[in-house]
């Protein structure tokens, strides 16, 4: 075979991989869209203020006969939301490995998340329980999805363009997130010009959110390729005994038992505050709606830069450092955020911007890394154990965060408790030799790592 010909061939596989990478973004431009707009901006605020219209006069409301405090009703659907997760993704995850057919499965999980994102036009008067529900089918599909889009990344990029490759598909994430909350802070201050309702405006931007999911989805559907990974003639366990499977695997490479440990902890904290914030604004500062999504979008445009930012900082420190550092930021911040004076939006919006610094860098190093930590052909598999730590189990820190505020009736109380989950996380993590993790996995160990 000639030179040229060997070139040739190289040049088409990188157009190809690129091809895919491009794709690959673009689902991250889909569905963060949620994660902005509905979990972090809109549905805390207004499902809890739909459970404090059917509230008793205690101020309480009782699904399924248990006394809640309405104020904690968001909170425990996000658990309830997480826990549910942790069912259905160990199934999504041994089906991809088993049948090499991420596609489909990815597109269920996108469109029945998309489809109840914009059934949330419909949560209106006194439906908490149906908001309930919607966010709790929303949340678990998009938590089976990202297993399937997070296991692509070791298939499309080469160990030394993840951390670069993560950290693009973080800020696509981040840049579709600002896109769509000018949009929606542009109707919700000018609801009455629209002919609408402030109650309507809100679900209209709810019911949008899934719209946008499902139209982009469309991108990585058409552009990822679906390959069969698992070797010919094994055979694949189901659910449970497929995730009791892979951790028994796992034991066998501590060090990426030890890093996910450390990751489930810190990350339970940054998806606390991610979905918490913007209940901590309204209900004990005050803050008004246009303000609320003033600092989440600017928590978006920043942590574009962010991500970018801190992975050119792991190139030259390395990914572990990186992470370590941002985690001593996250305690910092919150540290301050617990002494925020209600009622002062500049204040809020400084703290929204020490958050978007870190917000995107944290989680796409964290994706890239432990990208390297995975024995090929297990991509799938150990992605489902990954967001099973991602948000399969970031069930804790909403659950403190509602048991805090039931119990002490002070979200400044319940937003100090999440700094245990940094702490905690930074001790775990800067105890695991990330390079001898890789060695163990059979991967090539990165210059900087």
């Known amino acids: 075979m000639g030179t040229d010909t060997v ?29 902005t707009s509905v979990l972090t901006v809109f549905l805390g605020p207004y499902l809890t203020s739909v459970a404090e219209a059917a509230a008793d006069v205690d101020g309480f409301v009782h699904p399924l006969g248990i006394p809640i405090r309405a104020g904690s009703f968001f909170a425990y659907a996000v658990s309830a939301s997480v826990i549910l997760s942790i069912f259905v993704m160990p199934m999504a995850g041994a089906a991809a490995d088993r049948t090499g057919r991420k596609k489909p ?5 996108a469109y029945v998340g998309a ?35 997070n296991s692509y990344l070791p298939q499309i990029a080469p160990p030394e363009e993840r ?99 450390a990751y489930l902890i810190y990350n339970d904290g940054i998806q606390t505050v991610i979905s918490q914030a913007s209940i901590y604004g309204s209900e004990e500062l005050g803050l008004g709606q246009s303000t609320l ?19 050119r900082l792991a190139r030259r420190y390395g ?35 020490g958050i978007g610094l870190v917000l995107g860098g944290s989680q796409a190093l964290s ?25 399969g189990m970031s069930w804790l820190g909403p659950l403190l965060f509602g048991l805090t505020y039931q ?9 100090i408790s999440l700094v245990a989950f940094f702490v905690i996380g930074f001790v775990l993590l800067a105890r695991v030799p990330v390079r001898q993790a890789i060695r163990d996995a059979g991967n090539p160990v990165p210059e900087r790592i």
């Not at 499965?105 to 999980?109: I, M, P, T, Y």
């Not at 390729?225 to 066998?252: E, F, I, K, N």
């Not at 994706?367 to 598999?381: I, N």
């Not at 119990?407 to 937003?415: E, P, Q």
């Open 293 to 311: 999504i003033v600092a989440i979008l600017l928590v978006q445009v920043l942590a574009v830069g962010g991500a970018l930012g801190m992975g």
């Open 319 to 353: 990914a572990k450092r990186t992470i370590l550092g941002s985690l001593v930021a996250w305690t910092v911040t919150l540290g301050a955020g617990y002494f925020l004076p209600a009622g002062a939006p500049v204040w809020f919006f400084v703290l929204a911007a």
């Open 7 to 35: 070139r040739a061939e190289a040049a088409d596989e990188a157009a190809e991989r690129r091809r895919e990478q491009h794709g690959w973004y673009m689902y991250d431009w889909a569905c963060s869209v949620y994660s």
């Open 105 to 109: 499965l990815l597109a269920a999980a």
């Open 163 to 261: 951390d670069a490759v993560s950290s693009r598909g973080w800020a696509f994430g981040y840049g579709a997130g600002s896109l769509v909350l000018v949009a929606n802070l542009i109707l919700f201050t000018a609801h009455d010009s629209f002919g609408l309702s402030e109650s309507t405006a809100v679900r209209v931007c709810l019911a949008s959110a899934g719209v946008w999911w499902g139209a982009f989805t469309l991108v990585p559907l058409k552009r990822l390729r679906d390959r069969r990974t698992a070797p010919a003639g094994t055979t694949s366990t189901h659910g449970w005994r497929q995730l009791a499977a892979t951790v028994r695997d796992m034991r066998g490479k501590p060090l990426t038992l030890s890093f996910l440990l």
């Open 115 to 149: 489809a109840a994102t914009t059934g949330m036009f419909f949560l209106d008067g006194d439906r908490y329980l149906l908001g309930g529900l919607l966010l709790i089918i929303a949340n678990a599909s998009l938590a089976v999805s990202m297993v399937l889009y």
């Open 367 to 391: 994706r890239s890394l432990f990208s390297h930590l995975v024995p090929s052909g297990k991509e799938a598999e150990y992605f489902s154990a990954y967001e099973m730590s991602d948000r």
């Open 407 to 415: 119990l002490t009736g002070s979200y400044r109380d319940a937003i």
